[in-house]
Protein backbone atom coordinates (compact mmCIF):
# COMPACT_ATOMS: atom_id res chain seq x y z
CA UNK A 1 0.00 0.00 0.00
CA UNK A 2 1.15 3.67 -0.68
CA UNK A 3 1.06 6.89 0.62
CA UNK A 4 -1.74 9.39 0.76
CA UNK A 5 -1.78 13.35 -0.02
CA UNK A 6 -4.66 15.50 0.78
CA UNK A 7 -5.34 18.88 -0.34
CA UNK A 8 -7.50 21.71 0.71
CA UNK A 9 -8.77 24.04 -2.07
CA UNK A 10 -11.20 26.94 -2.63
CA UNK A 11 -12.35 29.10 -0.13
CA UNK A 12 -12.63 27.98 3.63
CA UNK A 13 -15.48 26.73 5.55
CA UNK A 14 -16.62 25.96 9.30
CA UNK A 15 -15.92 22.27 8.21
CA UNK A 16 -13.37 21.89 5.52
CA UNK A 17 -10.88 20.52 8.38
CA UNK A 18 -13.67 18.16 9.66
CA UNK A 19 -13.46 16.22 6.03
CA UNK A 20 -9.54 16.30 5.98
CA UNK A 21 -9.72 14.88 9.75
CA UNK A 22 -12.26 12.25 8.34
CA UNK A 23 -9.97 11.30 5.50
CA UNK A 24 -6.57 11.45 8.07
CA UNK A 25 -8.70 9.30 10.45
CA UNK A 26 -9.42 6.04 8.04
CA UNK A 27 -6.36 6.63 6.35
CA UNK A 28 -5.07 5.24 9.90
CA UNK A 29 -7.47 3.02 10.77
CA UNK A 30 -6.52 1.21 7.16
CA UNK A 31 -2.66 1.23 7.59
CA UNK A 32 -1.73 3.56 5.28
CA UNK A 33 2.39 4.61 5.91
CA UNK A 34 2.45 7.90 5.47
CA UNK A 35 -0.24 10.96 5.29
CA UNK A 36 0.89 13.60 3.73
CA UNK A 37 -1.38 16.98 3.53
CA UNK A 38 -0.10 19.68 0.76
CA UNK A 39 0.66 23.15 2.08
CA UNK A 40 -1.63 25.36 -0.32
CA UNK A 41 -3.09 23.01 -2.03
CA UNK A 42 -1.79 21.84 -5.64
CA UNK A 43 -0.10 24.83 -5.62
CA UNK A 44 2.29 23.83 -2.28
CA UNK A 45 2.23 20.36 -3.77
CA UNK A 46 3.76 21.66 -7.14
CA UNK A 47 6.79 23.29 -4.58
CA UNK A 48 7.00 20.32 -2.99
CA UNK A 49 5.87 21.80 0.32
CA UNK A 50 4.19 18.21 1.98
CA UNK A 51 3.69 17.93 5.77
CA UNK A 52 3.11 14.58 7.33
CA UNK A 53 0.15 14.78 9.14
CA UNK A 54 0.53 11.91 10.95
CA UNK A 55 4.12 12.12 12.66
CA UNK A 56 3.67 16.10 13.12
CA UNK A 57 0.43 16.71 14.01
CA UNK A 58 -2.56 14.03 14.63
CA UNK A 59 -1.67 11.20 16.66
CA UNK A 60 -4.43 10.96 18.79
CA UNK A 61 -8.46 10.65 18.60
CA UNK A 62 -7.79 14.07 20.64
CA UNK A 63 -6.00 15.49 17.65
CA UNK A 64 -8.74 14.80 15.27
CA UNK A 65 -11.76 16.42 17.43
CA UNK A 66 -9.35 19.81 17.76
CA UNK A 67 -9.08 19.71 14.19
CA UNK A 68 -13.01 19.30 13.44
CA UNK A 69 -13.14 22.01 15.70
CA UNK A 70 -11.04 24.00 13.88
CA UNK A 71 -12.50 26.70 11.12
CA UNK A 72 -10.83 27.27 7.65
CA UNK A 73 -8.60 25.46 5.59
CA UNK A 74 -5.60 23.55 8.06
CA UNK A 75 -3.45 23.07 5.39
CA UNK A 76 -3.77 26.69 3.71
CA UNK A 77 -6.31 26.73 0.31
CA UNK A 78 -5.25 27.73 -3.38
CA UNK A 79 -7.21 29.18 -6.30
CA UNK A 80 -4.88 27.97 -9.21
CA UNK A 81 -6.76 26.31 -11.81
CA UNK A 82 -4.41 23.55 -14.02
CA UNK A 83 -4.10 24.59 -17.41
CA UNK A 84 -5.00 21.89 -20.03
CA UNK A 85 -2.89 18.61 -20.18
CA UNK A 86 -2.43 19.73 -23.89
CA UNK A 87 -1.49 23.23 -23.31
CA UNK A 88 1.33 21.85 -20.46
CA UNK A 89 2.11 18.36 -20.22
CA UNK A 90 5.56 19.14 -18.44
CA UNK A 91 3.35 20.54 -15.28
CA UNK A 92 1.53 16.85 -15.25
CA UNK A 93 4.56 15.17 -15.78
CA UNK A 94 6.11 17.06 -12.58
CA UNK A 95 3.18 16.18 -10.34
CA UNK A 96 3.72 12.72 -11.64
CA UNK A 97 7.05 12.75 -10.89
CA UNK A 98 6.34 14.04 -6.88
CA UNK A 99 3.65 11.68 -6.33
CA UNK A 100 6.23 9.10 -7.57
CA UNK A 101 9.01 10.29 -5.36
CA UNK A 102 6.94 10.44 -2.06
CA UNK A 103 5.40 6.82 -3.32
CA UNK A 104 1.92 8.52 -3.13
CA UNK A 105 -0.56 6.35 -4.65
CA UNK A 106 -3.97 8.21 -3.52
CA UNK A 107 -4.43 11.46 -3.87
CA UNK A 108 -7.25 13.40 -2.11
CA UNK A 109 -8.80 16.95 -2.85
CA UNK A 110 -11.12 18.75 -0.73
CA UNK A 111 -12.93 21.47 -2.86
CA UNK A 112 -15.72 23.05 -5.00
CA UNK A 113 -16.72 23.29 -8.75
CA UNK A 114 -13.25 24.24 -9.92
CA UNK A 115 -11.02 22.63 -7.27
CA UNK A 116 -12.62 19.02 -8.85
CA UNK A 117 -11.37 20.41 -12.25
CA UNK A 118 -8.24 19.40 -10.54
CA UNK A 119 -9.22 16.17 -9.82
CA UNK A 120 -10.98 15.41 -13.02
CA UNK A 121 -7.28 16.73 -14.93
CA UNK A 122 -5.06 14.54 -13.30
CA UNK A 123 -7.21 11.52 -13.15
CA UNK A 124 -7.40 11.70 -17.21
CA UNK A 125 -3.86 12.34 -17.46
CA UNK A 126 -3.34 9.19 -15.32
CA UNK A 127 -5.83 7.14 -17.62
CA UNK A 128 -4.22 8.34 -20.84
CA UNK A 129 -0.41 7.53 -19.60
CA UNK A 130 -1.44 4.34 -17.24
CA UNK A 131 -0.48 5.61 -14.16
CA UNK A 132 -1.57 3.59 -11.22
CA UNK A 133 -2.40 7.07 -8.71
CA UNK A 134 -5.98 6.74 -7.36
CA UNK A 135 -7.67 10.48 -7.56
CA UNK A 136 -10.72 11.30 -5.63
CA UNK A 137 -12.83 14.61 -4.82
CA UNK A 138 -14.59 15.68 -1.69
CA UNK A 139 -16.73 18.36 -1.77
CA UNK A 140 -17.17 21.66 -0.17
CA UNK A 141 -18.31 24.71 -0.45
CA UNK A 142 -20.76 27.02 1.43
CA UNK A 143 -22.45 27.76 -2.08
CA UNK A 144 -24.36 24.46 -2.12
CA UNK A 145 -24.01 24.55 -6.17
CA UNK A 146 -22.17 20.87 -6.77
CA UNK A 147 -24.34 19.26 -9.08
CA UNK A 148 -25.67 15.78 -8.23
CA UNK A 149 -25.61 15.72 -4.56
CA UNK A 150 -28.36 17.15 -2.29
CA UNK A 151 -26.37 19.25 -0.14
CA UNK A 152 -22.48 20.06 0.38
CA UNK A 153 -20.34 19.97 3.62
CA UNK A 154 -20.21 23.75 4.48
CA UNK A 155 -23.47 24.73 3.64
CA UNK A 156 -25.18 23.67 6.65
CA UNK A 157 -22.78 25.73 8.89
CA UNK A 158 -22.66 28.57 6.80
CA UNK A 159 -26.92 28.71 6.60
CA UNK A 160 -27.16 28.62 10.32
CA UNK A 161 -24.74 31.56 10.87
CA UNK A 162 -26.61 33.43 8.11
CA UNK A 163 -29.94 32.60 9.94
CA UNK A 164 -28.90 33.24 13.19
CA UNK A 165 -27.26 36.85 12.55
CA UNK A 166 -30.39 37.96 10.23
CA UNK A 167 -32.40 36.77 13.02
CA UNK A 168 -29.92 38.92 15.43
CA UNK A 169 -30.07 42.08 13.35
CA UNK A 170 -33.75 42.23 13.23
CA UNK A 171 -34.11 42.21 16.63
CA UNK A 172 -31.71 45.28 16.98
CA UNK A 173 -33.09 46.87 13.90
CA UNK A 174 -36.81 46.84 15.46
CA UNK A 175 -35.98 47.23 19.26
CA UNK A 176 -36.89 51.70 18.85
CA UNK A 177 -40.04 53.20 18.40
CA UNK A 178 -38.84 55.52 15.95
CA UNK A 179 -41.47 57.52 13.54
CA UNK A 180 -38.92 57.11 10.57
CA UNK A 181 -38.62 53.84 8.99
CA UNK A 182 -35.50 52.06 9.51
CA UNK A 183 -34.35 49.80 6.95
CA UNK A 184 -30.96 47.25 6.41
CA UNK A 185 -29.75 45.74 3.63
CA UNK A 186 -28.15 42.87 4.25
CA UNK A 187 -25.48 41.69 1.56
CA UNK A 188 -24.65 37.72 1.19
CA UNK A 189 -22.39 35.82 -0.95
CA UNK A 190 -24.02 34.11 -4.29
CA UNK A 191 -22.57 34.83 -7.67
CA UNK A 192 -25.17 32.70 -9.50
CA UNK A 193 -26.26 30.71 -7.15
CA UNK A 194 -28.84 31.95 -4.20
CA UNK A 195 -28.70 29.28 -1.65
CA UNK A 196 -26.52 31.47 1.45
CA UNK A 197 -29.49 34.19 0.85
CA UNK A 198 -32.05 31.94 0.92
CA UNK A 199 -30.57 30.71 4.22
CA UNK A 200 -31.60 34.39 6.11
CA UNK A 201 -35.32 32.51 5.58
CA UNK A 202 -34.16 30.21 8.50
CA UNK A 203 -34.62 33.22 10.81
CA UNK A 204 -37.97 33.08 10.59
CA UNK A 205 -40.16 31.20 13.04
CA UNK A 206 -42.69 31.90 15.99
CA UNK A 207 -40.10 34.68 17.61
CA UNK A 208 -39.28 36.58 14.42
CA UNK A 209 -41.00 37.55 11.42
CA UNK A 210 -37.70 36.61 9.26
CA UNK A 211 -36.35 39.32 6.20
CA UNK A 212 -39.40 41.01 4.31
CA UNK A 213 -37.49 40.71 1.08
CA UNK A 214 -35.05 38.01 -0.32
CA UNK A 215 -33.59 38.67 -3.71
CA UNK A 216 -31.27 35.38 -5.06
CA UNK A 217 -29.45 35.62 -8.36
CA UNK A 218 -31.53 33.03 -10.09
CA UNK A 219 -34.14 35.58 -11.06
CA UNK A 220 -33.85 38.75 -12.85
CA UNK A 221 -34.22 41.65 -10.34
CA UNK A 222 -36.43 44.44 -11.05
CA UNK A 223 -34.94 47.44 -9.17
CA UNK A 224 -38.10 49.30 -9.52
CA UNK A 225 -40.05 46.44 -7.61
CA UNK A 226 -37.83 46.27 -5.26
CA UNK A 227 -38.28 49.94 -3.63
CA UNK A 228 -42.32 49.92 -4.76
CA UNK A 229 -42.30 46.74 -1.88
CA UNK A 230 -39.49 49.11 0.55
CA UNK A 231 -42.28 51.71 -0.03
CA UNK A 232 -45.21 49.88 0.70
CA UNK A 233 -43.80 48.03 4.17
CA UNK A 234 -43.09 51.35 4.87
CA UNK A 235 -46.30 52.61 5.38
CA UNK A 236 -46.80 49.63 8.01
CA UNK A 237 -43.72 48.57 9.60
CA UNK A 238 -40.72 50.66 10.74
CA UNK A 239 -38.30 48.00 10.48
CA UNK A 240 -37.49 46.71 7.26
CA UNK A 241 -34.56 43.98 6.43
CA UNK A 242 -34.11 43.01 3.09
CA UNK A 243 -31.65 40.05 2.00
CA UNK A 244 -29.99 39.94 -1.37
CA UNK A 245 -27.10 38.03 -3.10
CA UNK A 246 -23.97 39.78 -4.13
CA UNK A 247 -24.70 38.43 -7.14
CA UNK A 248 -28.26 39.75 -8.57
CA UNK A 249 -28.29 40.76 -11.91
CA UNK A 250 -30.83 42.75 -13.87
CA UNK A 251 -32.37 41.10 -17.17
CA UNK A 252 -29.67 41.92 -19.68
CA UNK A 253 -27.34 39.77 -17.73
CA UNK A 254 -25.54 43.06 -16.01
CA UNK A 255 -24.65 42.61 -12.37
CA UNK A 256 -26.52 45.33 -10.15
CA UNK A 257 -22.70 46.22 -8.54
CA UNK A 258 -21.50 47.03 -12.09
CA UNK A 259 -23.48 49.97 -12.11
CA UNK A 260 -20.83 51.48 -10.12
CA UNK A 261 -18.02 49.69 -11.37
CA UNK A 262 -16.46 49.89 -14.97
CA UNK A 263 -14.31 46.93 -14.89
CA UNK A 264 -14.93 44.03 -12.43
CA UNK A 265 -11.97 42.15 -11.50
CA UNK A 266 -11.26 38.42 -11.80
CA UNK A 267 -10.44 35.98 -9.54
CA UNK A 268 -7.54 33.14 -10.32
CA UNK A 269 -10.68 31.34 -11.49
CA UNK A 270 -11.69 34.05 -13.62
CA UNK A 271 -14.76 34.68 -12.25
CA UNK A 272 -15.95 38.54 -11.40
CA UNK A 273 -15.27 39.36 -8.28
CA UNK A 274 -18.78 40.73 -6.60
CA UNK A 275 -18.90 43.41 -4.30
CA UNK A 276 -21.09 46.37 -3.34
CA UNK A 277 -24.94 45.79 -4.58
CA UNK A 278 -26.04 45.99 -0.94
CA UNK A 279 -24.27 49.21 -0.16
CA UNK A 280 -25.72 50.90 -4.03
CA UNK A 281 -29.19 50.19 -3.17
CA UNK A 282 -28.81 51.67 0.78
CA UNK A 283 -26.98 54.79 -1.28
CA UNK A 284 -29.61 54.75 -3.50
CA UNK A 285 -32.91 54.27 -1.27
CA UNK A 286 -31.04 57.33 1.40
CA UNK A 287 -31.19 59.49 -1.80
CA UNK A 288 -34.52 59.18 -2.22
CA UNK A 289 -36.14 58.36 0.38
CA UNK A 290 -35.62 60.12 4.32
CA UNK A 291 -35.50 56.58 6.07
CA UNK A 292 -32.98 55.32 8.15
CA UNK A 293 -30.96 53.04 6.06
CA UNK A 294 -28.01 50.48 6.48
CA UNK A 295 -26.10 48.56 4.41
CA UNK A 296 -24.41 45.21 6.49
CA UNK A 297 -22.11 42.81 3.79
CA UNK A 298 -21.08 39.89 5.24
CA UNK A 299 -18.24 38.79 3.28
CA UNK A 300 -15.99 36.16 4.72
CA UNK A 301 -17.74 36.24 8.31
CA UNK A 302 -20.38 33.85 6.68
CA UNK A 303 -17.48 30.76 5.33
CA UNK A 304 -15.61 30.00 8.89
CA UNK A 305 -18.13 29.89 11.87
CA UNK A 306 -17.63 27.43 13.68
CA UNK A 307 -19.21 28.75 16.84
CA UNK A 308 -22.15 28.15 15.10
CA UNK A 309 -21.29 25.01 13.20
CA UNK A 310 -24.04 22.55 12.40
CA UNK A 311 -23.11 19.55 14.36
CA UNK A 312 -24.66 17.41 11.04
CA UNK A 313 -22.71 19.35 8.67
CA UNK A 314 -19.57 18.36 10.95
CA UNK A 315 -20.42 15.02 11.29
CA UNK A 316 -21.17 15.06 7.07
CA UNK A 317 -17.95 16.69 6.40
CA UNK A 318 -16.17 14.32 8.47
CA UNK A 319 -18.44 10.82 6.46
CA UNK A 320 -17.10 12.11 3.47
CA UNK A 321 -13.91 12.40 3.96
CA UNK A 322 -13.34 8.97 5.20
CA UNK A 323 -15.19 7.51 2.30
CA UNK A 324 -13.48 9.02 -0.04
CA UNK A 325 -10.34 7.52 1.20
CA UNK A 326 -11.95 4.60 1.61
CA UNK A 327 -13.24 4.09 -1.54
CA UNK A 328 -9.84 5.35 -2.99
CA UNK A 329 -7.52 2.02 -1.46
CA UNK A 330 -10.86 -0.06 -3.01
CA UNK A 331 -9.78 1.32 -6.28
CA UNK A 332 -11.47 4.05 -7.06
CA UNK A 333 -10.49 6.82 -9.06
CA UNK A 334 -11.90 10.05 -11.06
CA UNK A 335 -14.77 10.62 -8.95
CA UNK A 336 -16.27 12.87 -6.28
CA UNK A 337 -18.52 11.49 -3.09
CA UNK A 338 -21.88 12.17 -2.85
CA UNK A 339 -24.14 12.82 -0.11
CA UNK A 340 -27.72 11.87 -0.71
CA UNK A 341 -31.02 12.54 1.43
CA UNK A 342 -33.60 9.43 1.23
CA UNK A 343 -35.61 10.93 4.15
CA UNK A 344 -35.83 14.48 5.18
CA UNK A 345 -37.99 13.56 8.45
CA UNK A 346 -36.70 11.85 10.51
CA UNK A 347 -33.71 12.73 8.60
CA UNK A 348 -31.79 10.29 6.77
CA UNK A 349 -28.53 10.30 4.67
CA UNK A 350 -26.46 8.15 2.38
CA UNK A 351 -23.06 8.75 0.28
CA UNK A 352 -22.03 7.89 -2.91
CA UNK A 353 -19.85 8.45 -5.66
CA UNK A 354 -20.19 10.23 -9.04
CA UNK A 355 -18.11 10.41 -12.25
CA UNK A 356 -15.95 13.64 -11.43
CA UNK A 357 -16.21 14.93 -14.92
CA UNK A 358 -20.18 15.50 -13.97
CA UNK A 359 -19.69 17.81 -11.18
CA UNK A 360 -16.05 20.11 -12.35
CA UNK A 361 -17.14 23.11 -13.24
CA UNK A 362 -21.02 22.95 -13.22
CA UNK A 363 -23.02 24.88 -10.80
CA UNK A 364 -26.40 23.27 -9.34
CA UNK A 365 -28.85 26.64 -8.79
CA UNK A 366 -31.64 27.59 -6.21
CA UNK A 367 -34.51 25.77 -8.13
CA UNK A 368 -37.14 28.75 -9.60
CA UNK A 369 -39.90 26.97 -8.26
CA UNK A 370 -38.57 27.85 -4.43
CA UNK A 371 -38.70 31.36 -5.56
CA UNK A 372 -42.01 33.60 -4.87
CA UNK A 373 -43.59 34.77 -8.01
CA UNK A 374 -42.56 38.18 -7.54
CA UNK A 375 -38.93 37.37 -7.11
CA UNK A 376 -38.72 38.62 -3.71
CA UNK A 377 -38.96 35.82 -1.19
CA UNK A 378 -38.73 32.27 -1.38
CA UNK A 379 -41.32 29.77 -0.31
CA UNK A 380 -41.66 27.63 2.37
CA UNK A 381 -40.14 24.91 0.02
CA UNK A 382 -36.56 25.83 0.97
CA UNK A 383 -36.76 25.77 4.75
CA UNK A 384 -38.37 22.16 4.69
CA UNK A 385 -35.24 21.38 2.49
CA UNK A 386 -32.73 23.54 4.64
CA UNK A 387 -33.73 23.15 8.29
CA UNK A 388 -32.19 19.60 8.39
CA UNK A 389 -28.83 20.76 7.55
CA UNK A 390 -28.76 23.27 10.45
CA UNK A 391 -29.63 20.78 13.54
CA UNK A 392 -27.39 20.73 16.76
CA UNK A 393 -24.28 22.66 17.70
CA UNK A 394 -20.67 21.15 17.80
CA UNK A 395 -19.09 23.18 20.48
CA UNK A 396 -15.55 24.60 20.29
CA UNK A 397 -12.98 24.37 22.64
CA UNK A 398 -12.49 27.73 24.93
CA UNK A 399 -9.60 28.93 26.32
CA UNK A 400 -10.19 32.62 27.94
CA UNK A 401 -13.55 32.70 27.09
CA UNK A 402 -12.31 32.44 23.54
CA UNK A 403 -12.53 29.57 20.68
CA UNK A 404 -8.82 27.95 20.48
CA UNK A 405 -8.03 26.55 16.73
CA UNK A 406 -5.63 24.13 15.78
CA UNK A 407 -3.04 26.05 13.91
CA UNK A 408 -0.36 25.01 10.93
CA UNK A 409 3.33 26.04 12.64
CA UNK A 410 5.76 25.61 9.42
Given amino acids: MGNIVIGQSGGPTAVINSSLAGAIHAAKQMGIPKIYGMHYGIQGFLKEDLIDLGEEYIKTREDIEFLKRTPSAF ?12 KDPQMYEKIFAILEKYDIEYFLYIGGNDSMDTVKMLSDYAAQHNKPQRFMGIPKTIDNDLPIMDHTPGYGSAAKYIGTSVKEIIRDNECYD ?11 MGRHAGWLTAASSLSRGDDCCGPDIICLPEVDFDMDAFYQKIHELAKVKHS ?6 EGIHFADGTFVCEMEQENAKLDAFGHKMLSGCGELLANKLMQESNYKVRNIE ?20 FDVGAYACKKAVAGETGKVVTIQVPERDPYQVSYGLADVHGVANVERKVPVEWITEDGLDVTPAYSAYARPLIAGNYVPYYVDGIPHHMVLKR
Avoid: M, N, W
Fill in 75 to 86: LGSCRFKLPSIE
Fill in 178 to 188: SPIPSVVIIEI
Fill in 240 to 245: IVAAVS
Fill in 298 to 317: FSTLQRAATHTASIIDIREA
